[in-house]
Each structure stands twice: as C-alpha cells, then as structure tokens.
C-alpha cells in the first residue's frame, strides 16, 4: 500500500467517524489516565484531561509558547495546552473534517488568533526548521508508515533546546529476553491494523533507538500500558449504551466495524501485546 493511498483511508476514516467521537465521547480522542497502575476508577473524560496533565508532569515541559500538535483531531489537546500556556498552537490532521472542526472549536473556545488547524501530512510538513518548541504527538505515531520518518520531521521543525513529547500505540518489546512476536499475536496486532487503517506498531525500544539515531537528546521512555489500560473497558461499556449502538448504525459500515473491534484493544491490553509508550526529548 502506498503512502497516498494509506492517507486517504485514513482521512476517510476520521472524516466519517469524528462527528460520531464528539457526540458520543467528546473533544478528546486519546486515553485516558487511571492512577499509575490503572486502579482509580473515575469519569472517562476526567481521565482524559488527566492523561495530559500526566503528560506535562512526566516530561516537566516548561512554558512553551509555540506548540505543534501532530494529529490534532478535532483540537482537544492544541486548546487545553494553548489556554494553558497562553501559547501559540497549530494542530494538524489528515482529516479536512477534523481540522474545519476544530477551527470551530477554537472560536467558541475564544482561541482562534492563538490557533491554527491545518490539513497536513505528518511526514511532511510544510514548516520551516526550528518552529516549535513543544512538538506534541498524543496518539497519531501508530498511523505513520515510516516512524523514522516522523520522528526526523518532529525534530527538524522543533526549536533547539525545544521539547518532543510522543504518546503512542505500540507492540510489546522484541529483545532477546522477551522473545518476537508470536504468529498468534501478529494476527491479532493484523486485526486491528485492518481497522483502524495503521500501517503497523513498533516497540517502545525502537521509537528511542530511532531518536538517538537521529540526534535528539536527554531521552527518556516510559511505558504506560498498565495507567490506560481501563480505558477500553470503558469505552466497550459505553458503546453498549443503546443510544450510543443506534449512532453508530447510522455512522456507517466503517465506522461500526471500529466499533466492533474495541474488544481486540482491550484483549491486546489484557496479554500484554498492546503497549502505550512514552518519549521525551529534546533538541
């Protein structure tokens, strides 16, 4: 599958299921945050807000005042972190849905001279060197084909001294001591894949291999599977609701079938296949 043809899914499956996301689960469309071991049960989008606190605590980011948010969505994470910081924000998304979504959330929000949503290929954008000093990417590194790639654009449009801070799906460690993936969790990681149109996961270790490759410095990696995890149990709940069934009929065959997939994140959860990964670094 070529790059283009990998992005038109995408911007399709965004463009359809987005407005559905809103209605039913809100702004946000990232995990939530359950207490370090996942054991404090609160309101699904507390969690939410309060996985990006999390975030910013982990990473101590101090003060930016120019943020990228890589796969913005409909501009949840670009306006809590500009309200927060009083800080320019550009989001961007693959989604013309998402990104005409979330202008309009920043003129309700009062934010629109201080954000900007744009249609951009993450792989490839069209910002000069040394832009930002927070590039923020919650959950869109899992649909990037080349994670080198990425990694390389996030850097070369951060500041120097500015601050990288990625949040993504990834597959459990393939050293010697944990072994490679087995057929049976290839199939599985393959299901979801299919879905939610992802050109595949990496590992933890291999997203900070690619950063060191590429320069960045003072990395650090966190694995957070366990403080997400109870996220899926929540949403898997929540789509039981009959309203919430009776939206996503009428959303589409594509989007009803990511409905359905739901269980296959929480099981990747439950065995151990399915990790969420942190990476901070710097310029």
């Excluded at 606190?53 to 990473?59: G, I, M, P, V």
């Excluded at 924000?89 to 309009?104: F, H, M």
Aim: glycine residues 8%.
């Amino acid at each position: 599958m070529t790059d283009t043809t990998l992005n038109q899914q995408i911007q399709q499956f965004y463009d359809a299921s987005s407005r559905l996301w809103e209605n039913v689960w809100g702004e946000h469309m990232h995990h939530g945050y359950y207490g370090t071991r996942g054991e404090i049960r609160k309101p699904r989008r507390q969690a939410q807000i309060d996985l990006i606190d999390a975030l910013l605590q982990w990473s101590q980011v101090q003060s930016p005042q120019n943020i990228l948010d890589v796969g913005c969505g409909i501009g949840g994470s670009t306006l809590d972190l500009s309200a927060r910081y009083n800080a320019k924000a550009t989001g961007i998304t693959l989604s013309p849905v998402q990104a005409n979504r979330a202008i309009e959330r920043s003129q309700m929000a009062g934010l629109s001279e201080q954000c900007q949503f744009q249609v951009v290929d993450a792989m490839s954008m069209p910002f000069a060197d040394d832009t930002f000093d927070l590039v923020w990417s919650l959950e869109s590194g899992e649909h990037m084909s080349d994670k080198a790639q990425f990694l390389r654009e996030c850097h070369r449009v951060c500041s120097p001294g500015g601050t990288i801070l990625l949040a993504t799906w990834c597959h459990r460690p393939t050293d010697a001591y944990s072994g490679e993936l087995t057929p049976s969790e290839k199939r599985h990681l393959e299901a979801i894949y299919r879905v939610y149109h992802l050109p595949g996961v990496i590992s933890l270790p291999e997203y900070k291999a690619i950063a060191e490759e590429i320069g960045c410095k003072n990395i650090r990696t966190a694995d957070w599977s366990a403080a997400v995890a109870p996220f899926w149990d929540v949403v898997v709940a929540s789509a039981l609701d009959p309203a919430v069934l009776w939206a996503l009929l009428w959303a589409g065959e594509e989007t009803w079938q990511a409905a359905g997939a739901l269980p296959l994140m929480q099981k990747g959860y439950d065995r151990g296949l399915i990790r969420f990964g942190l990476l901070y670094a710097e310029k």
